[in-house]
């Protein structure tokens, strides 16, 4: 079973700082997926990558898949940001997708 | 507009009751899936279906039941065997494995 870790637990940033948030896992993937949830519950993908950097608006996300590492940056962030963030990863053909706990981001303006 | 809808948003269960939590999807997908969340922890697949008249079981499917008559449809019962049943329930949909999922709103179900 793939072990999904998440780093920092919780995060607090000033306004129009860059962030970083990290995750690591421990075997092989075909995917890996990095959610945003907001304080009511609902959640967003955002992206879904397999190799290298993908980019939307103020979010990049990339991925080193020797290294078994993916990063969520948010550049000029925003109190509008403050979310949880899930990174989930999938092995193989098939649905099934193994999550991290998430980490808890506060912006403050 | 297309999107996946759950209902209710809140739901109230009595011990030794069954109830159903309903997941709606207009996206033409094939696959749907059924997560668990509890405070603290990553999300956890109870059930899921690739196709209509077909679906498995994921990491916790003890005490729940799914069905999936219809593409769009793919209804969650948390029978009574189901000892700690409170959590938001999450439902997904994507067009097939390996894509993206796309989640509805959930349901918080509270035992009384």
């Known amino acids: 079973k793939n072990e999904v870790e998440q780093s920092p637990q919780n995060l607090t940033a000033q306004e129009g700082e860059f962030i970083t948030i990290n995750c690591s896992y421990s075997v092989g993937i075909s995917a890996l997926h990095w959610l945003q949830q907001h304080p009511g519950g609902g959640i967003v993908s955002l992206f879904m990558l397999s190799s290298g950097k993908k980019k939307h608006g103020r979010l990049i996300a990339t991925i080193n898949i020797q290294e078994k590492h993916s990063s969520l940056h948010i550049t000029a962030s925003h109190p509008r940001d403050s979310a949880v963030y899930i990174c989930?990863?999938?092995?193989?053909?098939?649905?099934?997708?193994?999550f991290g706990k998430g980490i808890t981001l506060s912006v403050r303006p | 507009d297309g999107g996946i809808t759950q209902s209710p948003k809140y739901l109230f269960r009595k011990e030794g009751q069954n109830v159903t939590l309903s997941c709606e999807q207009n996206?033409?997908?094939?696959?749907m899936y059924w997560y668990r969340q509890d405070p603290g922890q990553g999300l956890r697949l109870i059930y899921y279906s690739q196709i209509v008249n077909d679906f498995q079981k994921g990491d916790i499917a003890e005490g729940y039941s799914v069905s999936r008559e219809k593409k769009e449809s793919f209804p969650l019962t948390v029978t009574s065997a189901q000892k700690n049943p409170t959590a938001f329930y999450l439902c997904?949909?994507?067009?097939?494995?390996?894509?993206?999922?796309?989640f509805g709103p959930g349901t918080r179900l509270l035992v009384l």
């Open positions: 989930a990863v999938g092995v193989g053909a098939n649905s099934k997708l193994t």
């Open positions: 996206l033409n997908h094939d696959a």
């Open positions: 997904a949909s994507s067009i097939g494995p390996e894509e993206t999922q796309y």
